[in-house]
């Protein structure tokens, strides 16, 4: 079974900060990796996708990195902002789909 | 992205009674279905995949006879929970990924939060 792990645990930071959060994974035998946020007593909104076949995603300020082979991916977030408050999660994606614990974010005005 | 309902999005019941939970693919069709649930605080655990007319496949320690899933059709999955306890309480999330989609991507119901008197 996948084991996901996600560092770190809660971050703060004020605004206008760029941050990195890691995620790491012990099965490197995925198709993809995709990350997601989730605010609080929400469903999960899909961030990026990365296959297994690419090192990189990028969407607007959020940049997601994947090193397969060492079983880790980053997600880096430009010039946070307070809207990007939430948990962010990471799922390998393989046969099925398993979440670490997330890194709670929050940005202070 | 592709649209995942989740309904009903909030239910209370009292002990002992049964509770259905319904994820419909809203636009796509979808072989397989994936159902979470999450304790405060805590991360998404899988409980189960749902396969399209075929039985689920459980994780080690979900009671299949708890958590009864149905995968009737392509855009339906649906979780009973049976004879609900307090401690069933919690927040239950599906997934799923457009067939034949060579991506893989997931795309998350709203959830459905369960209260069990």
């Known amino acids: 079974k996948q084991e996901v792990t996600q560092i770190p645990a809660a971050l703060s930071v004020p605004e206008g900060e760029n941050l990195v959060l890691n995620c790491s994974f012990t099965?490197?035998?995925?198709?993809?990796l995709q990350w997601f946020r989730q605010d609080p007593g929400k469903g999960l909104t899909s961030l990026l996708l990365?296959?297994?076949?690419?090192r990189e995603q990028t969407s607007g300020r959020l940049n997601a990195s994947l090193d397969k082979s060492s079983g880790r991916s980053t997600l880096y977030i430009a010039a946070s902002q307070p809207g990007d408050s939430a948990t962010y999660l990471c799922a390998p994606g393989g046969n099925q789909f398993y979440f670490g614990t997330g890194t709670s974010l929050t940005v202070i005005p | 992205g592709a649209v995942v309902s989740q309904h009903p999005s909030r239910v209370i019941c009292k002990s002992g009674t049964s509770v259905k939970i319904e994820c419909r693919s809203l636009d796509f069709q979808a072989t397989t279905m994936f159902w979470y649930r999450q304790f405060p605080k805590q991360s998404l655990m899988l409980m189960a995949t749902?396969?399209?007319?075929?039985?689920?496949?459980?994780e080690q320690g979900v009671e299949k006879d708890k958590f009864l899933i149905n995968h009737a059709s392509l855009t339906l999955s649906t979780l009973t929970v049976t004879s609900a306890h307090p401690e069933d309480s919690s927040f239950y999330i599906c997934?799923?990924?457009?067939?034949?989609?060579?991506?893989?991507?997931?795309?998350f119901g709203e959830g459905s939060r369960l209260t069990v008197l």
């Open positions: 749902s396969n399209e007319g075929s039985k689920a496949t459980y």
């Open positions: 099965d490197s035998a995925i198709y993809n």
């Open positions: 997934s799923a990924g457009p067939r034949g989609a060579s991506t893989g991507e997931l795309f």
């Open positions: 990365i296959q297994s076949s690419q």
